[in-house]
């Protein structure tokens, strides 16, 4: 199966056993300033596995889009991507184990037709410690179902991951694993789960792709080895506990969170570990080839790094991201020009992007509209962009020229500088250097990598990206700047018209940011008058209400707001801020929640709304930042 067709059959199966397609979320997450980036297919569902009532139901499935930023660095290996679909299929308090775990093998097995003797298991071995049972139910189903293939499927205790490589795995095919493998929380194992949380055991499935041990990881391979023997193709999350001061106790309803790579799911179908052969990226392998006249075998790191840096790059612009030097421009920025300077390698030097984005779209246009719908605006924001960076590099050489001037060394902080700041490739600072006759420090690559360790560590600490379940905030705070976000918003287009529609936001505990369409700076007079509007707003005490409504209607006859890419179910929560007594409400906009009872709570410690900062974001986007004080 190619990878489309088993995207397509995964959301075919689960939708004739009762679940929902839902529409995949925004690669920027709206209103969770937590992370920079969807992360994890589940994310999104947060609030709703939190206990908070879906409005397409109890039974979900979608495949998300995800960007994990953290993993630029190991891209070019044969299974990291940036860029990457999880297939999620999810239960809020209906099904359990004995459905879930069936349902999934079969879809394995019978549907995308995986070998199940390459199939391996994985299960929670319970923790005495919080009296939490080993997970023997879900052990003895899939014992079960192997064993309806001819397989035994022996059980086998591992415990964690370092006696895995101590014990190897024997003859087993279902090993059990603590809580830093098999537990799941938003914060990780047992005893780091929050209090009030939910969390559960989780079963995962592995594939064998049957490559040799590299014992360099540990002198035994067992499933959860990094040697890549072993990859990870499914997971089952059954959320089961409630977190407590004492321990913790059964939920009443629980709730299963299944995630899937679809990238490495395609992999095992055509059981090659080497990601980069699957249907979504071979073709952009090829027109890479074709481009630079030389093999993917001998440039192999070079190719799978342009194509999954354009493949990300390419999503994020069709989801409205543009280049800049901040968040989540900063990171298309990074993918992009890391993409172009392996290009340089390749002998590519000009027009990679208007050749190779074409091939992306066609590979995702029938089965994401919004891709074939913004295919000629992503193809101008991503060329442009390598026209600047090209002209950049230019630039680098004539740093270079500067920092070389009276030297006859060359050194890891100028080499570092060269390509962090001016986005020079390292090859071409030590090409012209050897083109100069200037030597190279003893240290310079020890040098540089520690800078880029240092740069690395800032990044992470920015993006704080790897996802833990993180539910960008339900306090108080959260829920008054959210109810806030509402008013201005509609302050906004009373005070500069109906063109103004939401382009994102950010929402802490501190402040909201929200970004808008509009051509120009606003005013101080603008600005004070949407100030003025807000706190009228906030001292009327509107009520703050919801209801649920088809989509459509909601659209086409409330005449509700929304936020611009925004995809919704057939059924959205609508929120409504109206005064007592008013036929009309003040504010009416389609979202998810968390909000006040009643806009007088904003002025709780006699607080006002004022604006702080209104800035450009990108062309035609302004930029607000606002406070209660």
């Known amino acids: 199966m190619t990878a489309q067709e088993v995207r397509k059959a ?54 998300q889009t995800c960007l994990r930023a953290q993993d630029i660095e190991d891209v070019g290996d044969n299974r990291h991507t940036t860029f990457f679909e999880m297939l999620g299929n999810w239960s809020l308090g209906d099904y359990f184990k004995e459905e879930e775990i069936p349902w999934l093998f079969e879809f394995l097995t019978d549907v995308v037709g995986l070998d199940p003797e390459k199939l391996y298991v994985t299960c929670y071995i319970g923790n005495k410690e919080f009296d939490i049972p080993k997970d023997d139910v879900a052990a003895e189903l899939w014992a079960g179902l192997f064993s309806k293939k001819g397989i035994d499927a022996t059980k086998f205790e591992i415990g964690s991951e370092a006696d895995g490589y101590a014990k190897g795995m024997g003859d087993g095919r279902i090993f059990f694993y603590d809580g830093k493998k098999n537990w799941w929380s938003r914060a990780g194992d047992e005893a780091s789960t929050p209090i009030g949380d939910p969390s559960g055991p989780d079963t995962e499935v592995f594939y064998d792709f049957g490559t040799p041990h590299d014992e360099k990881w540990g002198k035994f391979c067992h499933p959860n080895c990094d040697c890549g023997r072993f990859v990870e193709i499914a997971n089952s999350v059954f959320m089961a506990y409630k977190r407590t001061n004492s321990g913790f106790e059964p939920l009443a309803k ?30 952009i392998i090829t027109k890479l080839e074709n481009l630079s006249g030389k093999n993917y075998d001998s440039h192999t790191e070079s190719m799978r790094v342009i194509a999954d840096h354009l493949r990300a ?14 968040e989540q421009g900063y990171v298309m920025r990074r993918l992009l020009r890391r993409a172009i300077r392996f290009a340089f390698e390749l002998g590519v030097e000009q027009n990679l992007c208007d050749q190779v984005i074409p091939i992306i779209a066609d590979l995702y246009n029938d089965d994401y509209p ?66 100069r006759d200037i030597s190279l420090a003893n240290n310079i690559d020890e040098v540089f990598e520690q800078k880029m360790k240092e740069q690395r560590d800032r990044s992470r600490t920015a993006v704080k990206g790897e996802f833990k379940g993180g539910l960008g905030g339900h306090t108080e705070q959260h829920k008054k700047y959210h109810t806030a976000t509402h008013l201005m918003y509609q302050a906004l287009r009373d005070v500069l018209g ?39 707003q906030i001292d009327k005490d509107l009520k703050v209400t919801f209801e649920e409504h088809p989509t459509q209607q909601a659209i086409n006859e409330l005449h509700v707001l929304g936020a611009f890419g925004d995809r919704y179910g057939d059924i959205v929560k609508v929120y409504r801020m109206q005064a007592e007594g008013s036929d009309k409400p003040f504010s009416l906009e389609i979202c ?29 986007i302004r930029r607000i930042k606002a406070v209660l004080q």
């Open 10 to 63: 995964y959301l075919d199966f689960f939708e004739k056993r009762g679940h929902k397609v839902i529409p995949r979320a925004l690669l920027v997450p709206q209103n969770d300033p937590t992370t920079l980036f969807i992360s994890a297919g589940m994310q999104p569902l947060i609030p709703y596995l939190l206990g908070e009532p879906h409005p397409d139901g109890e039974r979900l499935v979608n495949s």
């Open 254 to 283: 629980p709730n299963v969170d299944f995630g899937g790579g679809l990238e490495r799911i395609a992999s095992a179908a055509i059981d090659s570990s080497d990601f980069f052969r699957i249907s979504l990226l071979q073709p």
């Open 313 to 326: 790059a390419t999503f994020l612009a069709v989801d409205g991201v543009v280049p800049s030097n901040k």
């Open 370 to 435: 919004e891709v074939a719908s913004s295919r000629d605006k992503v193809i101008e924001v991503i060329t442009h962009e390598e026209k600047i960076f090209r002209q950049t590099l230019r630039q680098g050489l004539k740093e270079f020229e500067k920092q070389v001037a009276t030297k006859t060394e060359l050194e890891g902080e100028e080499l570092f500088k060269l390509y962090d700041t001016y986005g020079f490739p390292t090859e071409l600072s030590k090409e012209e250097a050897y083109k």
């Open 498 to 536: 109906d063109h103004v529609i939401q382009h994102g936001s950010n929402i802490t505990e501190e402040r909201l940011r929200f970004d808008f369409s509009h051509p120009e700076k606003m005013t101080p007079e603008q600005i004070k008058r949407v100030e003025d509007i807000v706190n009228e």
């Open 592 to 620: 998810g929640g968390p909000h006040v009872d009643h806009t007088g709570q904003l002025a709780e410690g006699n607080k006002h709304f004022k604006i702080l900062k209104e800035e450009s974001s990108s062309a035609g």
